[in-house]
């Protein structure tokens, strides 16, 4: 289905969406490793009744440069159709070279994409130039904005605050989501902030959430926010208004919620969590494999705690 066929006017602003919660969507696949379109739809609706303000598809949550080509097409289009001009549609190109990136990028444009989120290339060891050259050229692709990405973790190659405040010179840089864990770094793209105010900085690091949040980040990207976005959005209302323990007080939640990555590999252990709450039927792309009983068991006493699940 083309996105025109269930989208509406837009009616959301960039200053907004990016000021919220943005969840990594994971990307809800069937047996055969095709979009469950039921799947996706009910965890938009998820989301969106969570009070989320945007939605990013195909990061590291979404599997995005474990999926095909013909997969990641399927996951735009259903997101963009489901969300149906509510909230911006962010898609990642996390791809590790410029040219298969552009390839993506085109694809995501193309299906009705709002932006695209691109980190440095990977594999290859690259330089601040390569990774500037890497944005370059997708900005040139096309004609979509772009949140920049820092996971070194995934890429291996960090985006360093001065090769983002370059980038941010240019109108189409978003912001930045940052997933790194250096909070140093984190500090130094809050700086930009002070040069160019329309630049957004979003914490992907649920660890951090809160802390990053009262010190002036805008928002959040947190994994989590698949299944329990209203306690991510409760966190953001109360750091928006100084709420220092309210903030603490969520951000223990977080902490002990996010214990259930460590049962297992995070991704499977993170689509088990989703799938307790009937979010897809917790299967990752190969050559992983879904989280055992055990692990499942473990998960689902977690979930029970935070009273996310009856016991």
């Known amino acids: ?52 303000s ?6 590291g949550c979404g599997e995005g440069a474990w999926l095909t080509s013909g997969q990641r097409a399927s996951v735009v289009r259903g997101t963009v159709w489901a969300a149906a001009g509510r909230v911006p549609v962010l898609v990642g190109v996390m791809l590790p070279a410029t040219g298969p990136a552009m390839e993506a990028a ?11 989120v691109v980190g440095s290339p990977y594999y290859l060891g690259v330089d601040a130039a390569a990774q500037q050259r890497h944005v370059e050229g ?8 772009v949140l920049l990405y820092n996971i070194p973790q995934a890429t291996h190659n960090p985006l360093a605050p001065a090769t983002v405040s370059r980038l941010a010179q240019d109108p189409r840089i978003l912001g930045i989501k940052d ?24 914490q992907g690091n649920e660890h951090f959430a809160s802390a990053s949040l009262l010190l002036g980040a805008d928002g959040l ?25 309210a903030c603490a007080r969520s951000q223990e939640a977080i902490t002990d919620l996010c214990t259930l990555h460590t049962h297992g590999h995070w991704l499977p252990a993170l689509k088990a969590a989703c799938a307790m709450l009937g979010l897809g039927n917790g299967v990752p792309s190969p050559p992983l494999l879904p989280a055992t009983e055990e692990q499942r068991r473990t998960i689902r006493a977690i979930l029970v705690r935070h009273n996310l699940l009856a016991s």
Do not use: Y
Request: hydrophobic residues 50%; aromatic residues 8%.
């Open 138 to 145: 997708i900005l040139g692709a096309v004609s979509l904005p």
């Open 1 to 52: 289905m083309k996105p025109s066929d269930g989208s509406k006017a837009q009616s959301w602003t960039w200053d907004a969406a990016l000021c919220g919660i943005v969840p990594p969507m994971i990307s809800p696949l069937n047996e055969t490793g095709e979009l469950d379109g039921d799947a996706l739809k009910v965890l938009i609706e998820h989301i969106l009744g969570g009070g989320c």
């Open 106 to 116: 085109r694809q995501a444009a193309d299906e009705g994409a709002d932006a695209l």
């Open 54 to 59: 945007g939605l990013f598809i195909l990061g």
């Open 221 to 245: 990207v947190p994994g989590m926010a698949n299944f329990a976005p209203a306690l991510f959005v409760a966190l953001h209302r109360a750091a928006a208004k100084g709420d220092a323990a």
């Open 179 to 202: 997933s790194a864990g250096d909070f140093e770094a984190f500090q130094g793209f809050l700086a930009i902030k002070k040069r160019r105010t329309a630049f957004r900085v979003l």
